[in-house]
């Protein structure tokens, strides 16, 4: 959630800059080139809005999701450890440091969480043509 809400800041503060410094931005007597900077700033601001929105629909994902995993089957919000990684099943953030170790945090709603979903600890499954075996489930 601290990732999240850190980049949410940040592209926050981008967007800001960014129509700050196209409000400031006096027309000069190269007015083709004027606006063609704000339209280019326009697209700037509406790309890193589009950013910010998948920011915030991953932090409701994340919100739904329990903070402790009571079951002994893989479901959103395990960490499991498999024979290649270990994955949190949550929202796509790619490798995360926590304790020192490197977790994959991967959507649930990704191929290797399909596969490994419902699965238990010794559970074998083939992914992309080679055997994980599920090892813990936390």
Known sequence: MDLLAKRSSELREAIDAI???ANSDTK??????????????QLDVEMLSKQ?????KSIEVLKRIP???????????SVVET???TFYLSVGLGN?????K??????TESPMAKAIMGKRAGDKIEWRSQLITVITIQ
């Open 19 to 21: 129509q700050q410094g």
């Open 28 to 41: 000069s007597t190269a007015g083709d080139k004027h606006e063609t900077a704000r339209a280019m700033a």
């Open 52 to 56: 910010l929105g998948e920011i915030n």
């Open 67 to 77: 903070l402790k995993n009571t079951s002994s089957t893989v479901q959103p919000g």
């Open 83 to 85: 024979s290649i990684g």
């Open 96 to 100: 995360i440091q926590v304790d020192g």
């Open 102 to 107: 490197t977790i994959m945090a991967i959507s």
